[in-house]
């Protein structure tokens, strides 16, 4: 038995665990990588090696610093549909693989850089590495039940905050060095990155590939092997064999050889949701609370060593809202939780606008108002964490066919990319301009979410991702007549046996 067989040797519970844990490892540095930048802009040597200010460590140049960090988004749009489209022919596992090596060697480039280019071209290269690591979600999905879909993922995403939150902690500990004059304070915050993608890179592929991706490429006895090994002692065989039809049916029906298999799939309209979803999750204002959280809590009046400190305490309480998110989204649903998100944040950013405001017009009060201007911070990451944090990566793996869920996912991706790329590059200029009204902006952009989910998004709680095929057989982009063919189509292995008979009469 070889090395990628090992899996074999497990049981399904060491199975399902081996695949969080791995998975958990992949989006610890995917989200080490969002949260790195802030502690690395806030050491003055690295300020003055890239040229964006003094050497006393003051920003003087916000469009430069903001592209440096916004050009990481770039990468992750050249990777992430080269990404889906390798996942989807040679597999999750191995597409996870190609990305960790990326990833490695962007880390090391980072961490060695000598200019303002070299950096561009780093960062370049980690987001592809990034992009490909996106596949993880696909994975966890697939391999997850249908009861269990959004709270499995939900748990692996508290690695993202945990890896915002070591990050922020990292670069508080690291700015005692030398008072924070050391090259090793940033160098060392770009080099530890490394360590998550080459225990991937060594580990992932031990795991298994998903059920679904054996049956898209006609590997169905292995399919029914890993799926009844999967479930084996939290299902009974009736439900994995059922699920087992539902995805051999669904694979066949996928096939390109498939005359039909174009029609009636709303691709288009999927790839659209998936894309501005994830634009919309990335103006909530969330990176700008992430990435320039240390900008904010100096114009609360806090002393930089404060910033660096409640900097990681706001990023630490993001892991409370992903687990609060596993427990909700199952429930309540992905509709219910975005539109909730929504409401609680357009609240919290109104007052936090509100209080930043009190703040900047009566500095000599300054300390009054900051206690409040951090509660409304942390109740913001909270909000956020428990739900838009993870049902906006979640929703792109679920509503794709197998054979393109990858590639599909790839559009959630590059939405994510395209939003928090323009925003970190937005964020440093609109606080400098209109400093904390930008506050009411964000409120009122996440007002508007709510009636666009409402009306646009599909529920796909407790629903196979088979059976969630339903929901765009209909060319209505309302979330009421999709629901109204999910009723009528819903029932996968009965809509194939009338479509396969009705091609053969």
Known sequence: MGYTTLWKRLS?????????????VSVFFEGYDQGVMGGVNASPNYVA??????PDGTVTDTTHQGGLVSIY???????CFAGGWLADRIGRINGLFFGSLFALVGGALQASIQSSDFMLGARVVTGIGTALTGITPVLVSEVSPAKHRGGYPGYVFIANYLGISVAYWLSFGLSFINHGYSDFRWRFLLAFQCIPALVLAICVKALPHSPRYLAAVGRNREARELLSHLRYDKAMQNEIEQEYLEIVATAQYSKPSTPKWKVGQ???RRAWLCLFLQTMASWTGITAVTAYSPVLLSQAGYSSIKQSGLAGGLNTIGIVGTIISAQIVDRLGR????????AVLFTVELIAGAVYEGSRRHPDRASTY?????A????????????WGTVAFLLPTEIFPSDLRAQGNGFGITGWAIGVGMTTLVNPIMFDSIKSRSYFLLAGLNLIWIPIVYLFYPETCNRSLESIEALFSTPSPFYWDMELAYRLHGDVVVERDAEKGGEES
């Open 73 to 79: 988004y770039l990468g992750c749009i050249l990777g």
């Open 49 to 54: 090696k890239v040229g964006i200010g003094r």
């Open 266 to 268: 709303s691709l288009g």
């Open 335 to 342: 509709r219910k939780c975005l539109m909730l998100g929504s």
């Open 376 to 387: 409304m911070l942390f109740l913001f990451h909270l909000g956020y964490a428990a739900t």
């Open 12 to 24: 399904p519970s060491q199975v399902n665990l081996a695949i969080q844990t791995f998975s958990l």
């Open 370 to 374: 900051a206690p409040a201007a951090v």
